[in-house]
């Protein structure tokens, strides 16, 4: 059966992964957001966000790439029309996932302490951010189990009810920080920063609940685990082994951009957790055409419908392009507005002002390493993902970042190296997807 390429279908699937995805950072932002407008310590207690926010962000990207690794192989069986030989795989992927996640608590937790000074954090913004993670590390599982299950939706073609999902749990986050942070008179004492974490906690708890809901009613799918093993679960654990390696590396670029941004002193750590998280956004929003490729991808390689793939691509970037540009062009418009809603303190508008033009900037060249990217995990090329992010990594970003910090350049540093490392994650996998998959568009 022919796959559907046009504007309308893919935009069908794009839209509501982007809604779906936008909610992962709008998590953050809404921390953030409300955390920085705080009355005792804001400048602290969004700097402990900040970092704390790394770290998770961190964990989630190392093991939550089950979402990429499940999509990818049952849309490629869904592509050959043999998706009852991996029905069973999606539940064996999550019990491994979760049994990790409990894992990492379980090591974590204790040492939440030594971990954060590894950040360069101290005094105040130490004990902040060791009270914020506490929390919030309880719902590492449950974002990990969402994730796999979002996984299994986009591999099915269907990125609809994720999009339901991650609107409720966006949305009750929002009410819950608002009510949790700042308390209400007689009824709800002010959590500051801690209500901030378990507004976050009970939002990852929600999400999965309703993701366990409509995967059992809306799909063939079942979450009972049954053994013995899917014989696919082997190219799994080696998509996922490459994708752990690769998003370590990624988690290299983050760490050196937020230790670094720390170490320059208080208001350069609060500017850099504003931007970043404005960063993620423009990236996730972006995502939604990046997951739409991974959908389709998988699905057309399956298929063995390699012209439609190169057509798909094209269509893709063309739409990522407009799309980044979009995004800078509205960041632009209101650029002073923006970062009055996340803080009012001046020194940290001042350092946030002087490099949010180089987030926006970026936002082009993101459209097409996310792309690329999302197209290649949908073909379950994972092995040029990690080696091409391991490259960018120690090859471009580290070098960049090191030798622009000793001009003492600051956070000017920091994102002229993230501007460097987006590009060479980016134009090599143009060149690699065509070169490989031109000669077999012109065989069939």
Avoid at 105 to 111: D, R, T
Avoid at 365 to 387: E, H, Q, T, V, Y
């Amino acid at each position: 059966m022919s796959t559907n390429i046009s504007f309308k279908h893919i935009n069908k699937l794009a839209i509501p992964a982007l809604i779906a995805g936008v909610s992962e950072p709008i998590l953050s932002l809404t921390d953030t957001a409300i955390v920085g407008n705080v009355d005792i310590n804001a400048t602290e207690s969004l700097a402990a966000v900040g970092i704390v926010g790394a770290f998770i962000s961190m964990l989630i990207w190392v093991f939550g790439q089950t979402r990429s690794a499940i999509s990818s192989i049952v849309s490629q069986y869904v592509g050959a029309n043999n998706l009852d030989k991996v029905k069973n795989l999606p539940a064996q992927a999550i019990f491994i996932i979760t049994s990790i996640s409990i894992l990492i608590i379980l090591v974590s937790y204790p040492f939440a302490e030594q971990i954060f000074k590894l950040y360069n954090a101290s005094n105040l913004i130490l004990d902040y951010s060791v009270a914020y993670y506490q929390i919030r590390v309880f719902g590492f599982p449950f974002t990990l189990f969402t994730i796999a299950v979002f996984g299994t939706f986009r591999g099915l073609q269907n990125t609809y009810y994720p999009m339901i999902i991650a609107i409720v749990g966006a949305a009750s986050n929002i009410v819950l920080d608002v009510v949790l942070v700042y308390g209400i008179k007689g009824y709800v004492p002010a959590m500051h920063i801690q209500g901030a974490a378990y507004a976050s906690l009970v939002a990852q708890v929600l999400m999965a609940a309703l993701s366990a809901y409509y995967l059992l009613k809306k799909t063939p799918i079942s979450l009972k685990l049954m053994l013995p093993f899917n014989k696919e679960i082997k190219r799994f654990t080696v998509m996922i082994f490459n994708l752990f390696v690769r998003t370590l590396a990624l988690n290299v670029t983050l760490y050196f951009a937020s230790a670094f941004s720390t170490s320059y002193g208080k208001q350069y750590i609060a500017a850099y957790t504003i931007a970043i998280n404005l960063w993620f956004l423009g990236a996730f929003i972006i995502d939604g055409y990046a997951s739409a490729g991974n959908i389709l991808s998988g699905k057309l390689l399956g298929g063995k419908e390699y012209g439609k793939l190169i057509t798909l691509s094209n269509k893709l970037i063309r739409y990522g392009v407009y799309l980044g540009v979009f995004l800078a062009l509205l960041g632009s418009l209101f650029y002073y507005f923006i970062g009055t809603v996340f803080t009012k303190e001046p020194e940290v508008l001042k350092e946030f002002y002087n490099i949010f033009w180089m987030v926006l900037a970026m936002q082009p060249f993101c459209a097409i390493a996310f792309i690329f990217d999302g197209m290649f995990k949908g073909l379950g090329k994972m092995k040029d993902l990690r080696n091409l992010l391991l490259f960018s990594t120690f090859f471009v970003f580290v070098p960049i970042l090191f030798w622009l910090d000793s001009l003492d350049l600051k956070l000017y540093a920091i994102f002229i190296a993230f501007t460097c490392w987006i590009m060479a994650r980016g134009f090599p996998l143009i060149i690699k997807f065509r070169k490989e998959f031109l000669p077999l568009s012109q065989k069939h």
